[in-house]
Structures are given as structure tokens and as C-alpha cells.
């Protein structure tokens, strides 16, 4: 066995369900410790840094589905979706997607995981410099509709068919009841970055479509035309223009 | 290319940056000589932890020490992370750059662990070969440290620290010494920890690290929690007398105590290096 079969043999040890049987052909038995043991020592470690990676970033998950079921989860997220990075930090990047299409799991666990995952995207994301809230407000609305305005990289929009707010803010309160099912019940949430900690705003319909219009369109203008046909009342324009003012008010955009 | 003698100057007594002393660093500047991140922990990220970095670059002598280059590994090295590793030492002008003498994974897997080296001569070139490419990349000398390991391959030929001396003399790295890692791979294996350190060439050792360690069932853990136990301080005491003062970093990952509690830690580490040192022999049966 050369030292590349060798590697390829430890890695295929190391993640296997079962431990293989020719460990003692490969490794060292010495000072007292037989070769079994030596590779369980990182097999074991193995199954606790991939765990308590992912009980760190999807912390609600966890306490909603049970200890238990989120480890089984996990093993088998991670027998499809093994780490390819240099970083832990990218480990949950196909979770939610992964447990979205688990025919034997009820969909909100697929939505709260996606839900988590936009915290760790707004947390990490890098950001350019926000576009000044003074030099927007001054110029006229004709103009300020041709630039092109764009959300942040950390400012993370999701739309859930769950009532993940409540859930989520129950979680942070440490109020969350046992075998808890969210409600369903559609819940736009828009994540920011505020001094490094992230936030959750939960916006209405039609300031979801205008967050959706600055993702995808050439400018501001394109964006907000449409949605401000579907406002049927002053009101509900009034709640539309407050919405972009307290994004730009918080430095959530940026001139693309 | 920077040598090692041009950039690990004796920077004193440092700590491992870690999340949870953040606002201690921020807001209080402690009295610390220097700081080492984790490299990963702030490649590929915009938030709060690089910010913190760059911040506090501007106060500390700032070394990188990362978990994933693999230089053992098979798999070709990942210039998408050397690319980012460059950028980063740049923006916070780190002193040098470390990694471990293991592999971390296997087709471009990363299991996230230091996993042991198999010591052959073909392992010894292939890893001469990939230090050679990260340093020409990264324009200077990278340090090496040794693993703690748990198991070794029925099939090596060389000893550990002869592999280290050997990748050191053929590419001019450096390596850092953690004294912990020597002493837990020591008991693991039943090797002499003297004769390890006695191997290494000791011009070319660039820092330090002191740890502790964990008894488990037939081994010991390089679990990084608690104070550094007293087989390690004397086997420091050694190091000192055979390699003389370096740079030297306390690292504590478990059970992470307040900053008060690690830097009286590291006055132990302090005290000890303004001890004269005992005169020794290196060991006897040892022929470099």
C-alpha cells in the first residue's frame, strides 16, 4: 500500500457506518492500544466535530426535531453532501435544500433550516459600502429611480409557508414548547447585518415583492413600478415607500 | 522569498484569538505581546470576526495558524485558498503563517482533522514538493507544526520529527514546536519525547505552542483545555535549554476561561524562559 492508498483507505475508515475489519493490516497496534482503537479515536472525533458543527448553525432545527432525529438528519445529509471547503462554516450550505426533498420529513423542517441558514449567509457575507441614505433622499424621484439600487449580500430575504418568525423568536426566548409545530401561514423575512449581530425584519406582501424587484431588477424604478400598481390604498403605498426608507435608513443597499 | 529567520522574530508571549475574549481585546487592549488566529475562521467571511481581526491588527503582531492546507494530502492544493490566505495575512500584516505537517482529507473531502502522515520516503518527497508550491505562492517561508497523533501506519520507515527535519532542510520552512503535541504523540506511541526534540534543527524553530491535554482510555487527547499539566511545562523546560527562546503561544479551546485566568497562564510560560537554562547533552543515541 503506497501513501496515497493509505490515505484513501483511513478516509474511507473514518466515515464508514461500521468500522472496517483490517485495521490491524494497515495500522499500528503499539503501546497497548490496538489498531481498532487508534482508528476509532478519529472516527469518534469525526462524528463529534460534524455534529457539533451543525447543532451550532441550526440550533432551532435541533430543539424542534430532537436531539436524536437531528443527528440521524445529519449522517444523512453528510453521506450526500460532504464537506468540500476548507471551512465548517460552509458544512449546512445544502442542508435545507437536502431535507426540502426527504419525502419521510414534513416541510417546515426543510423551511427552518433554510431560515437558519440565511442567519449564517447575513453573518458572513461581505458587503460593499452602503449607498448614503443623505444623497438618496436629496435627489429627485426621477432620478433616484434610475439607479440601481441593490439589496446587501448580508441583507438575506427568505419567504416561508410556515410562521417561523413567532417560532424563531420563541426559540430565542427560550420559550419553545416541546414538540412544537409551527402554523402554517406565509412569512417573508428579510436578515441584516446591525452592528455584527443579525436581525430579522418580517415585512408584507408587497414589501417582499419590492425586496424580490431590487434583487432582480436594472433599477429602482422597474422595481417599484410594479409593486406600487398592486397597491390598492394610500395606506398600503405609505407602508411600501416606509419600508424602502428604513432600508436605506439602515444602510441595507447599495448602488450597483 | 522571506525566511523564516527574516520574519519569526521572538514576538514574546501570545495567545490564540478566540471568539469569546473579543470584547476584551476590543475594548480593554490587554497586555498581550501577540495573537494568533485561526486562519479558517476568518477566510470567506465578512462579518464581525474579520472586522475584529483587522482591528485589532492595528494593536497586535498578528500570526495566522490554519487547520486546512493539507500539505500531506493527495489531492492537489487548493490555490483557491492559498489565494484568500494571501489576501488575508496581507490585510492584517501577519508576522508568518502556519499549518500542521498532516493531511486533512482525501478527494477533495475535508474531514477537518490533522490526520496522521504515512513516513515514507514517496510521502517525503511529495510533501517537499507541495511546501515548495505554497511558499513559492505565498513569497514566503511557511512554519510546519507536529500533530498530535493516535495512530501510525504499519508501514512507515522514518520517524516523524527525522520526516519534519528532513521537509525542513530541503525547503526552508520553519517549524512550530507545540510542546504539548510532542509530549501527547510521545505517550501515545511510546517514544521519547527528547529524542524528538533533539531530531528537530533548532535554527529553524519559529514559535511555540503550549496546551493542555486530556487523559482518555489507553491515550491521551490534544483536547486544548485546562492549564498546561506539568509533564508538558518540563518538557518545555527542555525545549527551551535545547532550542533556546521563541516565540511561545498558549492555546485553551475547551472550557474557554477569561482572559484574566489565560494570561496568568502564560506567565508560567514567561517565568520558565527567563530561567538560565540547565546545560544539556542531546541524547546519546541520536546521529543526524
Redo the contacts between chains.
Keep these: ?4 492508498e ?3 483507505w ?3 475508515a ?2 464508514a457506518e461500521e468500522a472496517p475489519g483490517e485495521a490491524d ?4 497496534s ?4 490496538c ?1 481498532h ?3 476509532g ?2 472516527r469518534d ?2 462524528r463529534v ?2 455534529s457539533e ?1 451543525l447543532q451550532m448553525d441550526y440550533g432551532l432545527l435541533q430543539s424542534v426535531v430532537g436531539e436524536e432525529e437531528f443527528e440521524s438528519l445529519c449522517w444523512r445529509y453528510l453521506k450526500d453532501f ?8 460552509d458544512l449546512g450550505r445544502n442542508f435545507a435544500d437536502f431535507l426540502e426533498i426527504q419525502a419521510d420529513l414534513p416541510p417546515y423542517v426543510g423551511e427552518i433550516a433554510r431560515l437558519e441558514y440565511a442567519i449564517v449567509r447575513s ?5 460593499p459600502t452602503p449607498a448614503d441614505w443623505v444623497e438618496l433622499s436629496a435627489l429627485p424621484l426621477e432620478t433616484l429611480c434610475q439607479k440601481s439600487l441593490r439589496p446587501l ?2 441583507f438575506v430575504g427568505e419567504r416561508f409557508n410556515y410562521n417561523l418568525n413567532s417560532l424563531y423568536d420563541a426559540y430565542v426566548d427560550e420559550t419553545l414548547s416541546p414538540g412544537i409545530v409551527p402554523q402554517e401561514q406565509v412569512c417573508n423575512l428579510l436578515f441584516f ?1 446591525e452592528n ?1 449581530q443579525v436581525r430579522r425584519l418580517s415585512v408584507e406582501d408587497l414589501s417582499w415583492k419590492l425586496y424580490q424587484g431590487l434583487r432582480e431588477s436594472r433599477d429602482f424604478g422597474e422595481a417599484l413600478d410594479p409593486v406600487l400598481a398592486l397597491a390598492k390604498t394610500p395606506d398600503e403605498q405609505q407602508k411600501l415607500l416606509a419600508s424602502f426608507q428604513e432600508w436605506v435608513g439602515r444602510s441595507l443597499l447599495y448602488s450597483a | 522569498m522571506l525566511s523564516v529567520a527574516e520574519q519569526c522574530s521572538n514576538l514574546g508571549f501570545g495567545v490564540g484569538l478566540r471568539t469569546v475574549h473579543y470584547t476584551d481585546f476590543m475594548e480593554s487592549c490587554p497586555e498581550v505581546d501577540w495573537l494568533e488566529a485561526l486562519t479558517e475562521n476568518y477566510l470567506g467571511t465578512g462579518g464581525r470576526p474579520r472586522q475584529v481581526l483587522r482591528q485589532l491588527s492595528m494593536r497586535y503582531p498578528i500570526v495566522l495558524h490554519g487547520v486546512s492546507l493539507s500539505i500531506g494530502g493527495s489531492s492537489p492544493i487548493d490555490r483557491h485558498y492559498l489565494k484568500l490566505l494571501k489576501v488575508l495575512a496581507d490585510e492584517v500584516q501577519a508576522r508568518w503563517i502556519s499549518d500542521h505537517l498532516c493531511w486533512t482529507g482525501y478527494a477533495h473531502h475535508n474531514l477537518h482533522d490533522l490526520l496522521p502522515m504515512p513516513f515514507t520516503e514517496a510521502s517525503l518527497a511529495h510533501v517537499k514538493n507541495r511546501v515548495d508550491e505554497v511558499q513559492n505562492y505565498l513569497g514566503r517561508a511557511i512554519l510546519l507544526e507536529n500533530p498530535s497523533s493516535y495512530a501510525s501506519f504499519v508501514f512507515d520507515g522514518i520517524s516523524e520529527a527525522q520526516f519534519l527535519r528532513e521537509i525542513v532542510l530541503s525547503t526552508g520552512c520553519g517549524i512550530l514546536l507545540d510542546v504539548n503535541n510532542v509530549y501527547v504523540s510521545s505517550v501515545n506511541h511510546g517514544l521519547d519525547a527528547k529524542v524528538y526534540i533533539d531530531t528537530l534543527p533548532a535554527e529553524a524553530v519559529g514559535q511555540f505552542h503550549l496546551a493542555g491535554h486530556s487523559q482518555r482510555e489507553g491515550y491521551l487527547l490534544d483536547s486544548h483545555i485546562g492549564p498546561v499539566p506539568e509533564p508538558v511545562w518540563d518538557l518545555f523546560r527542555y525545549t527551551l535549554a535545547r532550542v533556546g527562546s521563541r516565540a511561545s503561544l498558549l492555546e485553551w479551546d475547551e472550557e474557554i476561561p477569561s482572559l484574566e485566568v489565560l494570561l496568568e497562564e502564560n506567565e508560567k510560560a514567561k517565568t520558565l524562559a527567563a530561567l538560565p537554562s540547565p546545560a544539556i547533552q542531546i541524547h546519546p543515541e541520536l546521529h543526524l
Design positions: 500500500m503506497n501513501f496515497e493509505a490515505q484513501k483511513m478516509h474511507a473514518i466515515v493490516e494497515v495500522l499500528k503499539t503501546n497497548g492500544v489498531a482503537r487508534r482508528l479515536v478519529y472525533m469525526y466535530r460534524m458543527s460532504p464537506s468540500t471547503s476548507y471551512t465548517l462554516n453573518f458572513d457575507a461581505f458587503d449580500p448580508s447585518r455584527f
